[in-house]
C-alpha cells in the first residue's frame, strides 16, 4: 500500500516537474544588511527568477509572504529563488534577520 | 536581543508544536521517550551539519538546494505520519482500552515510533538549521554578540515550554478521544506539510503547473501574524494558496482518509475491552 501510494506520488511529481522556459533573471545583492537594489520591476504575470548574493559573512533569510517565498541564503554565498506569475502591483520583500535595515520592493507591471 | 528572541521563538515554536502533537499521539505506547529523545537529538545533530553545509547546499542544483532539500524533508515526513496514522488506526483502540484498565503503558508492538521519531528528526532539523545558522550569523559579527545571543537561548527555552504546553494540553482531552483527535492533527498537519513541500518545488522551478494564487487573505489573517502563524503550522493555512497547494493540501486528507478506514481492524472482531 505504502509503496504504491509512493509511486503514484513520484509519477505525479514526474509529470507536473516539466522544466519550463528560462525565465527572466534578476540579481539582488545583499551588503551590510542591505539590499541593492531596493526595488526591482518586473513583468506583471510571468515567472521570473531572483539570484539573491550574500556578499555579507553572515547568514540571511530572504522572505516574502507576499511572493510566498522564504530562503536562507548563507553567507558569502547566493540562491535562487523563482515568484509568481504575479498581479501588478507591490511586493514588499525583506531580511528576516536584519529586519530593520534589509527591506526592499519588487514592482510588477 | 528580543529581535533574536522571536526569531530563535518562531523557528522553534514550528519544530515545538510537532513535537507536542507527536508526544500526545504516542501516549501510552512503551518506549516513546526513548524514540522521542533519539529524534530530538538526531534532529539538534543534523540541524548542525545541515547549517554547516549550508552554503554547499544552497548552491547545488542551479541555486536551488535549499527549496529540494526542504520539499524533500517535508515530503518524507508526510509519508511518516500517513503510516503512523493507519497504524494507530489499526492499533489506537487497543491501546486506549488498554491505558484505560492499566492506567499507563500497554504492551502492543512500538512499529510507528520510528516513523514519529524521523517526524520529530527531520521538524528539528529543519527549523533547527535556520536558528543555528542565526546565532552563528550572531556570533561571527562579534560586536555586542552575547545580548543576542541570551535572547536566541532565551528563544528556545521559551519554544521549548510552549511544546510541554502543546502536550499537556493535548493530554486534557480525555483518554477515549485522545487518539482521534490527535489522528485528525496530524491529518491536517501532514496536508499542510504537502502544501508547504509543492511551493518548496515550485520555488525551485520543478513544479510550475497549477501556480496561480486561488484567494488571498491576508487581509483577514496575516500569516506573519501569530495567530496565523499557528494556524499555518497546525493545519497548513496559507494567505494565498496556489491552484497545486489546494489540490495537493486535499488530496493528502483524503489519502490519509482512506488509508485510515483500510487499516481500521473489521468490525466483525469486537475488541474484548468492549465487553467490560
Known sequence: MRKILFLVGLAGLLVVGTTSAHAQNYVLTIKDHRFTPTEIKIPANKRVEITVVN?????????????KVEKVIPGKSKGVVRVGPLKPGRYPFFGEFHEATAKGTLIAE | MLGALLIVFREVLEAGLIVGIVMAATRGVPGRGRWITIGIAAGVLG???VAMFAGVISEAFQGSGQELFNASVLGIAVVMLMWHNAWMARHGREIADEMRRVGTAVSEGSKP??????????AVLREGSEVVLFLYGIMAQGTSGSALLAGGVLGIAAGAAFTALTYFGLLAIPNRHIFSVTSWLIALLAAGMAAQSVQFLNSAGLVESLDQTVWDTSWLLSEGSILGRLLHILVGYTERPTEMQLLVYVAILI???VLMRIARPSPRNPMPAAAE
Open chain 2, 255 to 257: 489519502a490519509m482518509y
Open chain 2, 47 to 49: 540541524a548542525g551539519v
Open chain 1, 55 to 67: 556578499d555579507d559573512p553572515t547568514p540571511e533569510e530572504f522572505e516574502s509572504k507576499e511572493m
Open chain 2, 113 to 122: 515510533l520510528t516513523a514519529l521519531a524521523v517526524v520529530i528528526g527531520l
